[in-house]
């Protein structure tokens, strides 16, 4: 693996920089407060190609690469995880699977409006009794003609309520079990689809998590994504790809919680000396942004493989499974560290905790993280 | 068309200044980063592009590591850029300098329907002297502290901003404008733009390129050439906050009167 990132990417670093400190830096306490999708962000966002960094610029991507989208999650993430899991929910779940499993056709149709950020995408796997427990989908759809009926609903779905294009997945054959699972592409204006309620959480609050309610809802047969019964496979596939995606939120979340610890703690003083001063200051900082680099080294290196068309299943797993454990822990110590200023709203560390903790749940909670590990390792 | 831009290297200023004993700047111990200003002339530059499909040109004079602002500047949507780069331009004052970028610019060639462009003046001399220098050179008209372009035809209006008020002047093409900070938000580059920059045509004129133009002259360029010595390098003194005070009325313009007075200013 090289270590050395390109020229390219360094500038990419420094433009995803800029662009995060002048533009959603400002926004992130306020979409924070007000659970305020933020859409303006999302347009400029989709001017500079940042909705659609690692595909190829026929279909109307920035024709980058997977560290390249990895790094821009990053550097969002550092000050605003909201923002991060909107372009990470939009490319890894939707733009994705469409480009890897569509037929040329849906490709053509959807990925030109997607990429180029004029459409959102999201993703609709979970369901109230389908969470951990992916294979247990209880929506169902049958084939009628030249459609099919979409009947069930969706919970806990990312930029639902803003999505255009949605991947979602339904029984075809109930009795087959996981290979009874398919994958459709359904557009929100589909006869039959509706948004459900919106949840309020503990953070990434500027994100649109919702219900995704189909009843009766008419799906052309040439919007299957794959082939039917494949869509678990399609599911678990789609998922590896969206765990670097997390994995680089957690990344950045963590970082960017440092990146405010050291600079609190060499202004802040206490017992007439600044707080960094302090060797437990020195010493938890030292630890903290010693978790943080080798997540970014398990982060960078399952998106090389990935990019390289290597088996990357497993280093995801471990990137993601290390980078948000790592998040959670390094944001609660920067809370501790900013002291009673850190758990007020005035300081975005407190944000920054709650934001740390849903990378430990969505896209495969660290349990499943440790059980795909496991399997690659052939423990049974 | 062609809109060819001076842009410039600068070291950020924005932190603390570093000054070598010798009184010049001390570059390397400083960020590097584009001049501000020049960013400007290249947005400008980029929105006539839009408008007129001009082909865009950026034009510097520095070491060779300015590749990668030059670059950089190309993955905002800058077509070309040429680096005029050579040991004997080194040490150029603006007067040198302006000879050096006018004859690059006569090298590229200036047709009836071009503009030159440049920013007001770079952050870490602050002299305003080369875009002015370069027309003159170039037999250009100019028009400096452009805050608003606008291009009908071959007609440019422009809204100058000066210290006490603005000034509209019409000019032809060709022509130079310097720009400044108010005429526009200068573009992030784009990640297309990032992945293309590097495989976009970049030229290096060194002094072989240039030495038969009329203006290359060994006594005209380079530390020989610069009739400016520097006495000392400083960072300006931060100027305070002002002092707004609102109303028409008498008491108001009483009070602006007293604090004047105050400061033996009236």
Redesign the interface.
């Known amino acids: 693996m090289d270590f050395v990132l390109s020229?390219?990417h360094q500038?990419?670093r420094?433009?995803y920089r800029?662009?995060a400190e002048n533009e959603v830096k400002p926004l992130a306490t306020e979409i924070d407060e007000e659970e305020r999708f933020p859409t303006e962000t999302v347009e400029k966002m989709a001017?500079?190609?940042?909705m659609g960094?690692y595909f190829p610029?026929e279909y109307g991507g920035?024709?980058?690469d997977v560290l390249?989208y990895v790094m821009?999650v990053e550097e969002l993430a550092k000050v605003c995880g909201t923002t991060a899991v909107i372009v990470s929910a939009h490319t890894s779940l939707c733009c994705a699977p469409i480009f890897e499993h569509g037929t040329e056709e849906q490709k053509k149709k959807y990925l030109p409006d997607l990429l180029s950020g004029k459409k959102i995408g999201a993703f609709g796997l979970t369901e109230p009794n389908a969470g951990t427990d992916a294979s247990g989908q209880q929506t169902t759809a049958v084939l009628e003609g030249d459609h099919y009926v979409l009947n069930g609903s969706k919970c806990f779905i990312t930029n639902g309520t803003v999505a255009d294009t949605i991947v979602v997945f339904a029984m075809t054959d109930p009795k087959a079990g996981n290979h009874g699972i398919s994958a459709f592409i359904v557009e929100k204006s589909f006869p039959g689809f509706s948004v459900g309620k919106h949840e309020k959480k503990m953070g990434i609050r500027g994100s649109s998590t919702c219900d995704l309610i189909f009843q009766d809802c008419i799906v052309p047969k040439e919007n299957l994504l794959g082939q039917e019964g494949k869509g678990f496979k399609i599911a678990m596939m789609t998922l590896d790809g969206g765990r670097i995606g997390i994995a680089s939120q957690a990344l950045g979340i963590g970082e960017g919680a440092i990146d405010e610890a050291v600079k609190y703690t060499q202004e802040r003083v206490q017992f007439k000396k600044r707080l960094s001063q302090f060797q437990n200051t020195q010493f938890q900082l030292a630890d903290m942004h010693t978790r943080m680099q080798a997540a970014q080294y398990l982060v960078y290196a399952a998106a090389m493989k990935k990019q390289n068309h290597e088996p990357y299943s497993m280093d995801a797993a471990m990137a993601k499974l290390f980078a948000a454990e790592a998040a959670s822990d390094v944001t609660r110590r920067a809370v501790q560290l900013f002291g009673g200023y850190g758990y007020t709203r005035e300081y975005p560390v407190e944000r920054m905790m709650r934001d740390a903790k849903i990378t430990e749940i969505y896209e495969g909670t660290s349990e499943v993280q440790r059980m795909v590990i496991a399997s690659h390792l052939g423990v049974k | 068309m062609k809109i060819i831009v001076c842009v410039k290297q600068v070291p950020d200023t924005s932190g603390k200044v570093a000054v070598n004993p010798d009184g010049t700047l001390n570059r390397a111990s400083m960020a590097a980063i584009t001049n501000p200003d020049d960013l400007n002339a290249v947005e400008a530059a980029l929105v006539l592009k839009e408008q007129t499909g001009a082909e865009v040109i950026v034009v510097s004079m520095g070491p060779p590591p300015a590749e990668?602002m030059l670059?950089?500047v190309m993955?905002r949507g800058v077509d070309r850029a040429v680096l005029v780069s050579g040991r004997e331009f080194g040490g150029s004052d603006t007067y040198a300098t302006s000879q050096i970028l006018a004859a690059a610019i006569n090298k590229i060639g200036v047709g009836p329907e071009d503009i030159v462009m440049c920013g007001r003046q770079a952050i870490d001399g602050d002299t305003a002297q080369v875009g002015p220098q370069i027309a003159e050179k170039l037999g250009l008209p100019q028009v400096s502290y452009a805050a608003e372009i606008k291009k009908d035809g071959d007609t440019l209006t422009i809204k100058r901003m000066l210290e006490d008020g603005y000034m509209t002047i019409k000019v032809k093409t060709p022509c130079l404008i310097t720009c400044i900070k108010e005429l526009n938000n200068p573009r992030?580059?784009?990640?297309?733009?990032?992945?293309?920059?590097?495989a976009k045509p970049y030229e290096i004129f060194d002094y072989n390129t240039l030495k038969d133009d009329p203006l290359i002259d060994p006594s005209t360029i380079g530390l020989k050439g610069s009739p400016t010595n520097i006495f000392k390098s400083f960072t300006p003194p931060q100027k305070g906050v002002g002092m707004m005070l609102e109303g028409a009325d008498k008491a108001t313009c009483d009070k602006l009167a007293g604090i004047l007075a105050a400061k033996h200013m009236i």
């Open positions: 020229k390219e500038m990419l420094k433009m800029e662009f001017k500079l190609g940042m960094i610029k920035a024709g980058g390249s821009c | 990668g670059r950089e993955a992030y580059m784009s990640v297309n733009g990032i992945f293309e920059c590097y």
